[in-house]
Nanobody, 123 residues
Framework: QVQLVESGGGSVEAGGSLRLSCAFS????????MGWFRQAPGKEREGVAS???????TYADSMKGRFTISQDNAKNTLYLEMNSLKPEDTAMYYC?????????????????WGQGTQVTVSS
């Protein structure tokens, strides 16, 4: 089991930045996949970014060049740096984790996820 807790959400003006954090209890079995997804009211779940146990990162098209996923292995923390935020980025953001049975890409539905942190971007 992997427990994850997101933090760092908030309100920001369009064009601004936020850094989300996800503290997790342990890494899933290697090779693992960790990532972020989001969901806005009335919209479907949308993958944001992923990172595998080799450090390779993948981003959804709308996030490329704006968002950066990273991890601090020593602190058991996953991050999502969000820049050039747009109103359409407004959503609840969740971090997630999965083990070797998962294909690691944004949109993968992994085994574990947190409670989410709200991001609101105003125009």
């Amino acid at each position: 089991q992997v427990q994850l807790v997101e933090s760092g959400g908030g309100s920001v003006e369009a064009g601004g930045s936020l850094r989300l954090s996800c503290a997790f209890s342990r890494f899933p079995p290697t090779p693992y996949c960790m990532g972020w997804f989001r969901q806005a009211p009335g919209k479907e779940r949308e993958g944001v970014a992923s990172i595998n146990s080799k450090g390779a990162t993948t981003y959804a098209d709308s996030m490329k060049g704006r968002f950066t996923i990273s991890q601090d292995n020593a602190k058991n923390t996953l991050y999502l740096e969000m820049n050039s935020l747009k109103p359409e980025d407004t959503a609840m953001y969740y971090c997630e984790a999965g083990g070797p049975t998962y294909v690691c890409y944004p949109g993968s539905r992994l085994a574990y996820w947190g409670q989410g942190t709200q991001v609101t971007v105003s125009s």
